[in-house]
């Protein structure tokens, strides 16, 4: 199936792309993004057939039904690093946790959070690609913490890439830091940048349309690309795991095949719930897929009353800081789904232009038919997160805990709400909700208090980073970025 973009076609690039090209290189026209042509759709008996699926078989249904141009040989390899999570078997647990929430946790991975269940199989088969085709690509990543981590394990020492990662200084946690200044490979570069996380994201926008930096790479021969959610060789992998969730419902008895649920979905970029849109599109009975964000509430207000405004509005730094995000990406692709490109094109255009747009009443009440909202305090993330923990044994990262409003407002019937992060991840917050206090722990310190308090033990992939040498130390203000990355370049 080849890809077309969403703000349509400039007379310049293609006017369809394969899968491989497209996330190759995932800049479309007008700066908008590649979308699949038509979403594959579920057949009848998709869901009998596949009750007794693993996760790998189904996620190669599902990728197979994409048709996409990757040789089969190289998507199962790719799959096959799901064996890497916690438990092979069944790299995505879902639990029950109370009479109508599930929670599906997507942070079994290597790194702790949802971004390896895409950026694991997504990084063996761009580096595979790119190694067959003979190029050398540098694959830029913007983080608010948890995509750098994810994208450099995944990258690490892989061949024909080589990956610069810049992070918002002081917006991520130690773990999180940790995770990315200790990764040791000679292909890999950390740049810590004085700003945040839609600094550094604009400043990967930037340097990806800039022809100066894209001539000086020309130069050195290698070409640019991108592991960020906008690549649609991540939004493919998160589209697997809506279907095995409900899947996971079907076989634990809960559900018949054909009951509808909800997917609740903690959302920055807007790549997970995106998935989810697409698995319904595709066949998965949702009846709606439910926005939980944080005090950055842009998505909630453009949900709810059809705006998107930015003007006046700053980012808040919050204790879910891989949702502090402002201009949300893959809201773009819904909006292209939805109403096409030309009026894509039109509300990007006044959003970069203007910090806002508005739909119609019409197009609003289209969204709200696939979407709800709402928006979770910090505050409020202590109480969920101490009222889980100590009465119901379940316990969440501050990322997973903004679900819990929307399940308390949609529990009609079964919500699949989505835990991103393991709370190793946040363990100062998570203390500060367990103490009801608000002082500052060093993360190693409020891991090892929650491991004892809950008698529960500090997975060794965390515990061993407090241990290592850094090996990245550089942090820059954001204009010297492609002076640094050109410098790493030549080493
Ligand atoms: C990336 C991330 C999110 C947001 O996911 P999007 O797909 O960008 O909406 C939420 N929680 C955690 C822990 C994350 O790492």
Same mark, same amino acid.
């Given at each position: 199936?080849?890809?077309?973009?969403?703000?349509?076609?400039?007379?310049?690039?293609?006017?369809?792309?394969?899968?491989?090209?497209?996330?190759?290189?995932?800049?479309?026209?007008?700066?908008?993004?590649?979308?699949?042509?038509?979403?594959?759709?579920?057949?009848?008996?998709?869901?009998?057939?596949?009750?007794?699926?693993?996760?790998?078989?189904?996620?190669?249904?599902?990728?197979?039904?994409?048709?996409?141009?990757?040789?089969?040989?190289?998507?199962?390899?790719?799959?096959?690093?799901?064996?890497?999570?916690?438990?092979?078997?069944?790299?995505?647990?879902?639990?029950?946790?109370?009479?109508?929430?599930?929670?599906?946790?997507?942070?079994?991975?290597?790194?702790?959070?949802?971004?390896?269940?895409?950026?694991?199989?997504?990084?063996?088969?761009?580096?595979?690609?790119?190694?067959?085709?003979?190029?050398?690509?540098?694959?830029?990543?913007?983080?608010?913490?948890?995509?750098?981590?994810?994208?450099?394990?995944?990258?690490?020492?892989?061949?024909?890439?080589?990956?610069?990662?810049?992070?918002?200084?002081?917006?991520?946690?130690?773990?999180?830091?940790?995770?990315?200044?200790?990764?040791?490979?000679?292909?890999?570069?950390?740049?810590?940048?004085?700003?945040?996380?839609?600094?550094?994201?604009?400043?990967?926008?930037?340097?990806?349309?800039?022809?100066?930096?894209?001539?000086?790479?020309?130069?050195?021969?290698?070409?640019?690309?991108?592991?960020?959610?906008?690549?649609?060789?991540?939004?493919?992998?998160?589209?697997?795991?809506?279907?095995?969730?409900?899947?996971?419902?079907?076989?634990?008895?809960?559900?018949?095949?054909?009951?509808?649920?909800?997917?609740?979905?903690?959302?920055?970029?807007?790549?997970?719930?995106?998935? %989810?849109?697409?698995? *319904? $599109?595709?066949?998965? #009975?949702?009846?709606? &897929? =439910?926005?939980? @964000? /944080?005090?950055?509430? +842009? !998505?909630?207000?453009?949900?709810?009353?059809?705006?998107?405004?930015?003007? %006046?509005?700053?980012? *808040? $730094?919050?204790?879910? #800081?891989?949702?502090? &995000? =402002?201009?949300? @990406? /893959?809201?773009?692709? +819904? !909006?292209?789904?939805?109403?096409?490109?030309?009026?894509?094109?039109?509300?990007?255009?006044?959003?970069?232009?203007?910090?806002?747009?508005?739909?119609?009443?019409?197009?609003?009440?289209?969204?709200?038919?696939?979407?709800?909202?709402?928006?979770?305090?910090?505050?409020?993330?202590?109480?969920?997160?101490?009222?889980?923990?100590?009465?119901?044994?379940?316990?969440?990262?501050?990322?997973?805990?903004?679900?819990?409003?929307?399940?308390?407002?949609?529990?009609?019937?079964?919500?699949?709400?989505?835990?991103?992060?393991?709370?190793?991840?946040?363990?100062?917050?998570?203390?500060?909700?367990?103490?009801?206090?608000?002082?500052?722990?060093?993360?190693?310190?409020?891991?090892?208090?929650?491991?004892?308090?809950?008698?529960?033990?500090?997975?060794?992939?965390?515990?061993?980073?407090?241990?290592?040498?850094?090996?990245?130390?550089?942090?820059?203000?954001?204009?010297?970025?492609?002076?640094?990355?050109?410098?790493?370049?030549?080493?």
């Amino acid at each position: 199936m080849n890809f077309i973009e969403t703000r349509g076609n400039d007379g310049i690039k293609p006017v369809e792309v394969s899968f491989s090209e497209a996330i190759l290189n995932p800049s479309a026209s007008y700066g908008g993004l590649y979308i699949p042509k038509e979403l594959p759709k579920c057949e009848d008996d998709f869901f009998e057939k596949h009750l007794n699926s693993s996760y790998k078989e189904l996620a190669y249904y599902l990728l197979k039904k994409f048709e996409i141009d990757i040789e089969n040989e190289l998507i199962k390899n790719a799959l096959n690093l799901y064996d890497k999570f916690d438990d092979p078997k069944n790299p995505v647990p879902v639990k029950k946790v109370e009479e109508n929430l599930y929670i599906s946790e997507l942070y079994h991975g290597p790194t702790r959070a949802f971004k390896d269940m895409a950026l694991q199989p997504f990084g063996y088969i761009l580096s595979a690609l790119a190694k067959k085709r003979g190029e050398n690509y540098l694959i830029l990543a913007a983080t608010s913490g948890d995509t750098g981590p994810a994208t450099l394990e995944t990258f690490k020492n892989k061949p024909n890439i080589k990956v610069a990662c810049l992070y918002p200084d002081g917006g991520t946690s130690d773990v999180q830091r940790l995770q990315m200044v200790t990764e040791d490979a000679d292909n890999l570069k950390v740049i810590g940048i004085i700003g945040d996380f839609d600094d550094a994201q604009s400043a990967l926008k930037n340097l990806l349309n800039s022809q100066i930096f894209k001539n000086k790479l020309k130069e050195k021969g290698i070409k640019l690309s991108a592991a960020n959610s906008v690549n649609f060789g991540r939004i493919i992998f998160q589209i697997i795991y809506h279907f095995h969730s409900y899947l996971e419902l079907v076989r634990m008895g809960d559900i018949k095949i054909g009951d509808e649920v909800y997917l609740t979905v903690p959302s920055g970029n807007f790549g997970n719930a995106l998935g %989810g849109y697409y698995a *319904k $599109k595709m066949g998965l #009975p949702v009846k709606k &897929i =439910l926005i939980a @964000s /944080n005090e950055n509430n +842009v !998505l909630t207000e453009l949900i709810k009353e059809g705006r998107y405004d930015l003007r %006046g509005k700053f980012l *808040k $730094k919050t204790t879910s #800081p891989a949702m502090d &995000i =402002l201009k949300s @990406s /893959n809201v773009e692709r +819904v !909006l292209f789904d939805k109403f096409g490109s030309k009026r894509t094109k039109e509300l990007m255009d006044s959003l970069n232009e203007n910090d806002y747009y508005e739909l119609t009443n019409e197009e609003l009440k289209e969204l709200q038919a696939d979407f709800e909202a709402d928006f979770t305090t910090d505050e409020e993330i202590k109480e969920y997160i101490r009222e889980y923990a100590l009465n119901k044994n379940y316990l969440m990262d501050p990322h997973t805990a903004t679900t819990i409003k929307l399940y308390e407002k949609y529990k009609d019937i079964k919500n699949i709400a989505y835990s991103t992060a393991e709370w190793t991840k946040f363990a100062p917050t998570v203390l500060n909700a367990l103490n009801k206090d608000s002082k500052k722990y060093r993360d190693l310190e409020a891991l090892i208090e929650i491991a004892k308090r809950l008698r529960i033990m500090i997975p060794v992939v965390i515990e061993e980073l407090f241990n290592k040498p850094i090996v990245h130390n550089s942090v820059i203000e954001k204009d010297r970025i492609d002076e640094e990355i050109l410098k790493f370049l030549d080493t």
